[in-house]
């Protein structure tokens, strides 16, 4: 076999694995959602209360994140990503053997430790291992693995809830992600990553910054703008995504199985854009603008949606258009923020990024629940729109040359100080 073979079988394991590590994640983050309807009446919460558990769990993980980017840059991403992994599945079984909602809060606080590791252990890996010219396909996958979980999460939860009860539904979820942990456990490629990349890119990193250093290199503007981007997109998300059952069910009368198929459009919508987005993100140098692009169309798809003006056999469709365009931002997303990381600091970068999407998840829910219990579910869509116009101004003036520059400034400064 050529090395070039080679080199093509070893990536293409490597982003399999990390894929389909990322699809197990969003598969848990996304089975309690459908469910809100039927945990409201079981713990006689409003809600603002369940609103409440998602944003204990993505605080736990924002706060954690950032953290776990440091523990990957040096120790490795394999050892973090199954700690997680494992971490994040008993927390679903403890979520099924819950008998109140002080157990659901402490066990999303379980659930937002393991959360936290994914992307800066998931990042940390594509960047060392897979070659530069694959990222954006790389990058592609990896989102495209995520929607995957999200599709199958609604119609597993609905499914097996109908037939045997929600505790088992979450519990079935625990069990599977710990059979997933031990696959990916038992594959050595991605100890080979680990060994490979997080050694070599600490290496180069230690040279050049101290603790300082690399504090300074996340303050820079652009990983800043990264980090505004992803906080003002993930609250867009919430709307769409966690409430957007309740919101349809409330706005336009649809069925629990309607509108839980609107949330399947929208999260297959979301799978088919991250696939485009892989393929423009490869043959394009405006990524800033790909992005941009993607948000705005989302954001006036949105804003139909809040309308109630839809019939609803319409609402799969929409949802699925919106998700396609949303979500096709992901891979030229994700190519900005590599612009803007620093050699050996690719956890850190990721990890602080990234958790951006946990401050937004952590800010929204309790809004989002609010005007639930007021009874308006279009604000939800309007506001869903409002942060996805805000995520825009953010990313127009990012580009991939001019981000490595501003943090190369960043580094070398440090360097010589």
Same mark, same amino acid.
């Given at each position: 076999?050529?090395?070039?073979? *080679?080199?093509?079988?070893?990536? +293409?394991?490597?982003?399999?694995?990390?894929?389909?590590?990322?699809?197990?994640?969003?598969?848990?983050?996304?089975?309690?959602?459908?469910?809100?309807? $039927?945990?409201?009446?079981?713990?006689?919460?409003?809600?603002?209360?369940?609103? @409440?558990?998602?944003?204990?769990?993505?605080?736990?993980?924002?706060?954690?994140? !950032?953290?776990?980017?440091?523990?990957?840059?040096?120790?490795?991403?394999?050892?973090? #990503?199954?700690?997680?992994?494992?971490?994040?599945?008993?927390?679903?079984?403890? !979520?099924?053997?819950?008998?109140?909602?002080?157990?659901?809060?402490?066990?999303?606080? $379980?659930?937002?430790?393991?959360?936290?590791?994914?992307?800066?252990?998931?990042?940390?890996?594509?960047?060392?291992?897979?070659?530069?010219?694959?990222?954006?396909?790389?990058?592609?996958?990896?989102?495209?693995?995520?929607? %995957?979980?999200?599709?199958?999460?609604? =119609?597993?939860?609905?499914?097996?809830? +109908?037939?045997?009860?929600?505790?088992?539904?979450?519990?079935?979820?625990?069990?599977?992600?710990?059979?997933?942990?031990?696959?990916?456990?038992?594959?050595?490629?991605?100890?080979?990553?680990?060994?490979?990349?997080?050694?070599?890119?600490?290496?180069?990193?230690?040279?050049?910054?101290?603790?300082?250093?690399?504090?300074?290199?996340?303050?820079?503007?652009?990983? #800043?703008?990264?980090?505004?981007?992803?906080?003002?997109?993930?609250?867009?998300?919430?709307?769409?995504?966690?409430?957007?059952?309740?919101?349809?069910?409330?706005?336009?009368?649809?069925?629990?199985?309607?509108?839980? =198929?609107?949330? !399947?459009?929208?999260?297959?919508?979301?799978?088919?854009?991250?696939?485009?987005?892989?393929?423009?993100? *490869?043959?394009?140098?405006?990524?800033?603008?790909?992005?941009?692009?993607?948000?705005?169309?989302?954001?006036? $798809? +949105?804003?139909?949606?809040?309308?109630?003006?839809?019939?609803?056999?319409?609402? *799969?469709?929409?949802?699925?258009?919106?998700?396609?365009?949303?979500?096709?931002?992901?891979?030229?997303?994700?190519?900005?923020?590599?612009?803007?990381?620093?050699?050996?600091?690719?956890?850190?970068?990721?990890?602080?990024?990234?958790?951006?999407?946990? @401050?937004?998840? !952590? @800010?929204?829910?309790?809004?989002?629940?609010?005007?639930?219990?007021?009874?308006?579910?279009?604000?939800?869509?309007?506001?869903?729109?409002? %942060?996805?116009? $805000?995520?825009?101004?953010?990313?127009?003036?990012?580009?991939?040359?001019? *981000? =490595?520059?501003?943090?190369?400034?960043?580094?070398?400064?440090?360097?010589?100080?």
């Amino acid at each position: 076999m050529s090395a070039g073979n *080679t080199e093509l079988r070893r990536d +293409t394991e490597v982003i399999g694995l990390v894929g389909f590590a990322h699809l197990f994640s969003h598969f848990l983050q996304l089975i309690l959602a459908p469910l809100f309807p $039927l945990l409201k009446d079981e713990f006689g919460v409003g809600y603002a209360a369940l609103g @409440l558990m998602v944003s204990v769990m993505y605080t736990v993980s924002g706060i954690s994140q !950032t953290m776990a980017g440091f523990i990957v840059d040096r120790y490795g991403a394999r050892r973090v #990503l199954l700690f997680g992994m494992t971490v994040f599945s008993v927390a679903m079984l403890l !979520t099924g053997l819950a008998n109140s909602y002080w157990m659901l809060l402490l066990a999303a606080v $379980l659930a937002g430790v393991g959360n936290s590791v994914f992307h800066p252990a998931d990042f940390a890996m594509l960047n060392a291992k897979v070659n530069p010219k694959r990222l954006g396909y790389a990058f592609s996958i990896h989102g495209i693995g995520g929607n %995957f979980g999200w599709l199958v999460a609604p =119609a597993f939860s609905i499914g097996i809830s +109908t037939l045997y009860g929600w505790r088992a539904a979450t519990i079935a979820a625990g069990v599977i992600g710990l059979l997933i942990t031990a696959f990916i456990a038992s594959r050595a490629a991605l100890a080979d990553a680990q060994a490979g990349g997080g050694q070599r890119d600490k290496a180069q990193g230690a040279r050049r910054r101290g603790l300082k250093g690399d504090v300074r290199a996340l303050l820079s503007v652009p990983v #800043l703008k990264c980090f505004a981007f992803f906080t003002f997109y993930s609250m867009a998300l919430i709307g769409l995504q966690t409430f957007s059952v309740s919101v349809t069910s409330a706005l336009y009368g649809a069925s629990l199985t309607s509108a839980s =198929a609107a949330l !399947t459009g929208f999260s297959f919508g979301g799978i088919v854009g991250i696939a485009a987005g892989g393929f423009v993100a *490869t043959r394009s140098s405006r990524h800033n603008l790909v992005a941009a692009a993607g948000m705005l169309i989302g954001a006036a $798809l +949105t804003l139909i949606l809040a309308s109630g003006a839809l019939p609803v056999w319409l609402l *799969t469709g929409c949802m699925g258009l919106t998700g396609f365009f949303i979500f096709s931002t992901a891979p030229s997303r994700d190519i900005l923020v590599r612009g803007a990381t620093p050699p050996g600091a690719t956890g850190k970068v990721y990890g602080f990024v990234y958790s951006g999407l946990d @401050l937004g998840a !952590t @800010l929204s829910p309790l809004l989002f629940g609010w005007m639930l219990d007021q009874r308006m579910p279009q604000w939800v869509f309007g506001a869903a729109a409002s %942060f996805m116009l $805000l995520a825009v101004t953010t990313v127009l003036t990012l580009r991939p040359e001019r *981000t =490595a520059a501003m943090v190369a400034g960043v580094v070398s400064e440090n360097a010589s100080s």
